[in-house]
């Protein structure tokens, strides 16, 4: 199977599951999706693929998943329930970063197998850690004042429109400067914009394909949630 298959794949499956967390156990199952999708993009995107071409980070599609979410949030709830979501997946990902750094902390013993995979796996440049959590932040806020803006100004139509443009625009800024403040010393800065670009035309894709999820979404509603106003 060829990744550009497995990236399409994954794109299903991923929002979809997304749907049925929503449907299943109402908002604050996507606000608790939303942490978990935080902490796996961080822990999964240290992999990278050959995917059109270009080398990308596969934590892309779980990462933006992220953003579907919380247009989700503001969409069918509301922005506080959005904001809520971006400051516990923050936590979520500060409390992760926290937990594998004790962890490698300890002392392997003799009939120790799992600590040289973990060192692989967890060991975390600070600089990176914290450009990673900061522009998360950032740029996931940003993306819900977007969202809000675009649907005021629109009257609530067009919500393709301020789907799209709030996910792809924080989604490539995101990418941008996370690359440029994490790697800025360490690769040229040619290779940080073409990594950069590379990455963005993934996610720009992948923030296409997220249009007809969060059209499905407004018509999931979770029991106790049907007769609610907001």
């Known amino acids: 199977m060829s990744n550009e298959l497995i990236l399409f794949c994954e794109i299903v499956v991923v929002f979809s599951l997304l749907l049925m967390t929503k449907k299943f156990f109402g908002r604050y199952g996507v606000i608790t999706w939303v942490c978990i999708a935080s902490v796996l993009a961080n822990l999964i995107t240290a992999k990278n693929a050959s995917i059109f071409g270009f080398s990308t980070a596969i934590g892309s599609v ?3 998943s992220t953003f579907l979410a919380t247009d989700i949030l503001t969409e069918c709830y509301s922005a506080k329930y959005a904001k809520k ?3 516990m997946g923050l936590c979520s990902t500060f409390v992760f970063i926290i937990a594998t750094q004790i962890a490698l902390a300890y002392h ?3 009939i120790d197998y799992a600590n040289d ?3 692989t796996l967890f060991s975390m440049n600070l600089r990176i850690s914290i450009s990673s959590m900061v522009m998360y932040f950032i740029a996931n806020m940003a993306d819900i004042y977007i969202f809000e803006a675009i649907r005021e100004k629109t009257g609530g139509r067009l919500l393709w429109l301020r789907n799209n443009v709030a996910t792809i625009l924080c989604n490539c800024l995101e990418n941008f400067f996370f690359i440029g403040f994490a790697f800025y010393g360490i690769y040229t ?3 940080i914009i073409m990594i950069a670009l590379s990455t963005s035309v993934i996610e ?6 997220d249009t007809p999820f969060i059209y499905a979404a407004r018509h999931l509603k979770y029991g106790d949630e049907m007769d609610d106003d907001v």
């Open 85 to 87: 979501a971006v400051i």
């Open 204 to 209: 720009a894709i992948v923030g296409l394909c």
């Open 189 to 191: 800065m040619n290779d």
């Open 62 to 64: 779980m990462f933006a």
């Open 117 to 119: 995979s973990m060192l």
């Open 108 to 110: 392997p013993s003799e």
